[in-house]
């Protein structure tokens, strides 16, 4: 080292850092600092906070100038909370990273796209300079860009998706009221099944209410009776007849003026606590039109949905005991359409519950299966009856049955295994129910056979497939 570099380096040493030095620390922290406000810790996309000043910049922009089109898209990774609960926090931040990426590749002209993870499993996606027909190709590409399995530690994990489109400046020429109709249609989109999409109209400005004043409305419909049923027949193909009856829950509340999309109000029901007096309500009003259609078909049962809330409460049980007695009806009439991420949580004390109902002489039916966790290791400890194949499965068997086929085989397969009965669910073709009757599936359900009706129109419907 020559005399000048030691006598620096000892300068630096003891006198530490030269003023340029210090300024260049100082910008290389400030852009160091830039980067973490600007990037999401989890996926690498963009912020929250940077996403929303671009966003709202390009709007102003675009409000004092060219009212150039553009559309905001809202994707929401359909039961990605299993994921959580089943395989743990860190493998669901690396899910979420795995699903930026593809959404990325989905979308590789960065100039012209704003992508972010707006909360949770939910993204943002800003497409620029686009027309709305575009839009939609473009959300049909994101859609089966996500379609393929994310190999996640040693599991290959399916994810399902829906998207909600708002545009710019035919919806709407704000953020607020752009991202809002935006989830509104994806509101829309989840009614319809899952990996759908749906663009804002005006007759959905109802999903625009404040979510405050929504949960207000909702302490109250109980009490106002604005809560109905209908119910969706499922078909035992075999014996040509209806076997059971699937209850779903509408609300028409008289404060909003309209009827309210279950895929917006269940789950606030679900995170308020409500679900318990209105699952009670639901269980007793659908065993009550179940009573009455036995007079004719003794042989009718009727499913009512159960998610994992209930079951952790405290008085589950005697909840469904008191509501059978209540009614008057035997317990072999009723179904429990269990969630299967429920059936993960808190597994020995959900064992017990289960089968102290199942003892009773009720139905427990796993639904949606196959998009969770639930292990055959884990299946053999539930006193389970029937496995309902989620509808997720069966909507491409048509256009790609090389991929799809096997798997919605395998799943049959190993219910047969269980001795559990199959039910196909979300069945839209003929070429769906002759795969799964081909394949031993002789129980299904879905638009195909018939759509959820109100309780006079299913007793027309037992009369025609059910004859005296």
């Known amino acids: ?25 100082k910008e290389d922290f400030a852009n160091e600092i830039k980067i973490l406000k600007e990037t999401d810790s989890i996926t690498g996309l963009a912020s929250k906070q940077h996403f929303w000043n671009l966003f709202n910049k390009r709007i102003e922009q675009e409000n004092n100038g060219s009212f150039a089109d553009f559309s905001l898209l809202m994707l929401d990774l359909s039961r990605f909370h299993i994921v959580n ?12 990273h795995a699903v930026g990426k593809r959404l990325e590749e989905s979308l590789p002209n960065a100039s012209n796209r704003l992508i972010c993870r707006i909360y949770g499993n939910t993204f943002a996606i800003v497409l620029w300079d686009i027309k709305s027909s575009e839009a939609i190709t473009i959300a049909k590409r994101i859609l089966e860009g996500l379609l393929p399995p994310f190999r996640m530690t040693d599991n290959h994990v399916h994810v399902t998706s829906c998207i909600g489109i708002s545009h710019y400046p035919h919806n709407a020429k704000d953020s607020n009221t752009l991202m809002l109709q935006a989830e509104s249609a994806l509101e ?5 099944g899952e990996n759908n999409y749906a663009v804002f109209s005006s007759d959905m400005e109802i999903d625009s209410v404040d979510r405050l004043q929504l949960e207000n409305y909702l302490h109250q419909a109980l009490d106002k009776k604005e809560f109905r049923l209908v119910f969706q027949p499922q078909m035992a193909i075999a014996k040509r007849r209806v076997s059971a009856v699937e209850a779903l829950i509408r609300w028409e509340s008289r404060d909003l003026g ?3 999309s279950p895929a917006k109000f269940i789950p606030i029901l679900q995170e308020t606590g409500l679900i318990i007096p209105v699952g ?25 949905n159960i998610n994992g809330y209930q079951i952790k409460h405290k008085d589950f049980v005697p909840s469904c005991i008191k509501v059978i007695n209540e009614v008057g009806i035997d317990a072999n009439h009723l179904i429990l359409d269990l969630q299967e991420s429920a059936l993960s949580k808190d597994a020995e004390k959900t064992v017990n519950k289960l089968n102290e109902l199942h003892d009773l002489g009720v139905t427990l039916a796993i639904d949606d299966f196959g998009v969770g966790m639930t292990s055959f290791h ?6 389970v009856d029937t496995m309902k194949i989620d509808p997720s499965f069966l909507r491409d068997i048509e256009e790609d049955p090389k991929h799809n086929e096997p798997m919605v085989d395998a799943l049959i397969s190993m219910a047969e295994s269980l001795n559990l009965s199959v039910v196909g669910e979300g069945i839209e073709s003929e070429y769906q129910m002759n795969f799964l009757r081909k394949h031993g599936c002789h129980h299904m359900q879905g638009y195909f056979f018939c759509k959820p009706l109100p309780f006079d129109d299913v007793s027309v419907f037992l009369a025609k497939f059910n004859p005296s």
Request: net charge negative.
């Open 258 to 260: 309209s009827t309210v």
């Open 188 to 192: 829309e989109a989840k009614i319809e």
């Open 378 to 383: 884990q299946l053999k400890k539930m006193p």
């Open 85 to 96: 609960e089943t395989m743990g926090y860190e493998v669901g931040d690396e899910m979420l």
């Open 280 to 304: 009670e309500w639901i269980m007793k009003e659908a065993l009550t039109m179940c009573k009455k259609w036995n007079e004719k078909y003794p042989w009718l049962k009727v499913a009512v």
């Open 1 to 25: 080292m020559s005399d000048t570099g030691l006598i620096g380096s000892l300068k630096s040493k003891i006198l530490g850092p030269s003023d340029d030095e210090i300024s260049e620390l």
